[in-house]
T-cell receptor
Framework: EPEVTQTPSHQVTQMGQEVILRCVPI?????FYWYRQILGQKVEFLVS????????KSEIFDDQFSVERPDGSNFTLKIRSTKLEDSAMYFC????????????FGSGTRLTVV | AQKVTQAQTEISVVEKEDVTLDCVYE???????LFWYKQPPSGELVFLIR??????QNEISGRYSWNFQKSTSSFNFTITASQVVDSAVYFC?????????????FGKGTMLLVSP
């Protein structure tokens, strides 16, 4: 069964450093998303991406965040200058059409900012 | 305003008991989708079910069943004859037409602990 692949599974970074979280969505999917989950809390929407541009973003997705689809397969989330409160599990998801067809989530990247 | 409410923070049951996880949602859209996801201790999000707002038929899949009632804005999830492997956090989520269904709004989750 097709999967959304996220790397790395766990990343530790120092406060103020830039991090790039990587995702390979399912190949025939057209919509891509990032969600995050602070430990023990609910999953929160960050951003959706379609046709090489952001289609929607939440208040959490401020100027320190950016997304990119650098080639035909990868979808990345960059955090420019990490803060302690960025520590969370970050989930990538993709869908073949808009979300009514369901979302497939990756296994997540646990980001720890120290 | 909280759009998806899972009032039960944690539920503990003994194996073979039936358990119902509650989900109440709020939306002004007439067209929307509801989802349940399972998050086992390993952390991934596992899709369980999707239901659109026009389909109020209850659904059963093995030991899992879902009760969707638009009149009470509820989409409850029942596990029959629970097993230890059912131990996980379960999230209910809503996707609305106004956002082009491009976002999922999650509830806070219910942690289910099934003991042997």
């Amino acid at each position: 069964e097709p999967e959304v692949t996220q790397t790395p599974s766990h990343q530790v970074t120092q406060m103020g450093q830039e991090v790039i979280l990587r995702c390979v969505p399912i190949s025939n999917h057209l919509y891509f998303y990032w969600y995050r989950q602070i430990l023990g809390q609910k999953v929160e929407f960050l951003v959706s991406f379609y046709n090489n541009e952001i289609s929607e973003k939440s208040e959490i997705f401020d100027d320190q965040f950016s997304v990119e689809r650098p080639d035909g397969s990868n979808f990345t989330l960059k955090i420019r200058s990490t803060k302690l409160e960025d520590s969370a599990m970050y989930f990538c998801a993709s869908s073949v059409g808009q979300g009514i067809y369901g979302y497939t989530f990756g296994s997540g990247t646990r980001l720890t900012v120290v | 305003a909280q759009k998806v409410t899972q009032a039960q923070t944690e539920i503990s049951v003994v194996e073979k008991e039936d358990v119902t996880l509650d989900c109440v949602y709020e939306t002004r859209d007439t067209t929307y989708y509801l989802f349940w996801y399972k998050q086992p201790p390993s952390g991934e999000l596992v899709f369980l079910i999707r239901r659109n707002s026009f389909d109020e038929q209850n659904e059963i899949s093995g030991r899992y069943s879902w009760n969707f009632q638009k009149s009470t804005s509820s989409f409850n999830f029942t596990i029959t004859a629970s097993q230890v492997v059912d131990s996980a956090v379960y999230f209910c989520a809503l996707s609305e037409a106004w956002s082009g269904y491009s976002t999922l709004t999650f509830g806070k989750g219910t942690m289910l602990l099934v003991s042997p």
